[in-house]
């Protein structure tokens, strides 16, 4: 089974917008990673971020993360035509030894 | 830079054939990954080797085998190919492993499978 879940499934905007994309988890972790693919293309890690962290920030990404929720956030500001791609969660930690378990997915498009 | 190479990148079988799909990383990774990926769905894991000389089986390995054959290659087996299988595979490195660790992922390109 999964254990992140992404919502939405589906985004669209317009360049120049902020993108926020929502991940849950199940079970403890020791880390969150969030990972880009582009059609037809293998998955490009972006950022981590560990458990004992709230929020992380590379360039035009913010991540946060709420244990107590169980939850995590993408967000990608000032979106361009070459952010279109699926995002990905994965977790690594808890009963996932060595490994990491990753979400659905959301399809993000970001219109010029 | 090659990074993780996955051969073939297409491969059409039909039900009963075997074949196998390649991995090689050149980054001097202890893991490595298959993972499956279909319409809709996030990736599952099929098979991993936390280090070389070991194997470990993931959400999905029925109708898999796999072989790390020495630290840069990992490759995995369709022994009976069937439908179901259809698929694209990734191939995947990590260079850090432990009981609450796993780093980044180095990910192939992918070998899109066809069984008829």
């Known amino acids: 089974s999964q254990q992140g879940e992404e919502d939405p499934q589906a985004l669209s905007i317009q360049e120049g917008e902020n993108a926020t994309m929502n991940c849950s988890y199940k079970?403890?972790?020791?880390?969150l990673q969030w990972y880009r693919q582009n059609s037809g293309r293998g998955l490009v890690h972006l950022i981590l971020?560990?458990?004992?962290?709230r929020e992380k920030h590379s360039g035009r990404l913010r991540v946060t993360l709420d244990t107590s929720k169980k939850s995590s956030s993408l967000l990608i500001t000032a979106s361009r035509a070459a952010d279109t791609a699926s995002y990905f969660c994965?977790?690594?930690?808890?009963?996932?030894?060595?490994?990491?378990?990753f979400g659905q997915g959301t399809i993000l498009t970001v219109h010029p | 830079n090659a990074g993780v190479t996955q051969t073939p990148k297409f491969q059409v079988l039909k039900t009963g054939q075997s074949m196998t799909l390649q991995c090689a990383q050149d980054m001097n990774h202890n893991s490595m990954y298959w993972y499956r990926q279909d319409p809709g769905m996030g990736l599952r894991l099929i098979y991993y080797?936390?280090?070389?000389?070991?194997?470990d089986k993931g959400e999905v390995p029925n109708g898999y085998n796999v072989s790390r054959l020495n630290k840069r290659e990992f490759s995995l087996r369709l022994e009976s190919a069937a439908p179901s299988q259809t698929s694209v595979y990734f191939c995947?490195?990590?260079?850090?492993?432990?009981?609450?660790?796993?780093?980044?992922?180095?990910f192939g390109e992918g070998s899109r499978l066809t069984v008829l």
């Open positions: 971020i560990r458990s004992n962290e």
């Open positions: 994965a977790t690594a930690g808890g009963t996932s030894y060595g490994k990491l378990t």
């Open positions: 995947a490195s990590s260079a850090r492993t432990g009981w609450e660790s796993t780093g980044e992922l180095f």
């Open positions: 079970t403890s972790i020791n880390n």
């Open positions: 080797s936390a280090s070389e000389g070991t194997t």
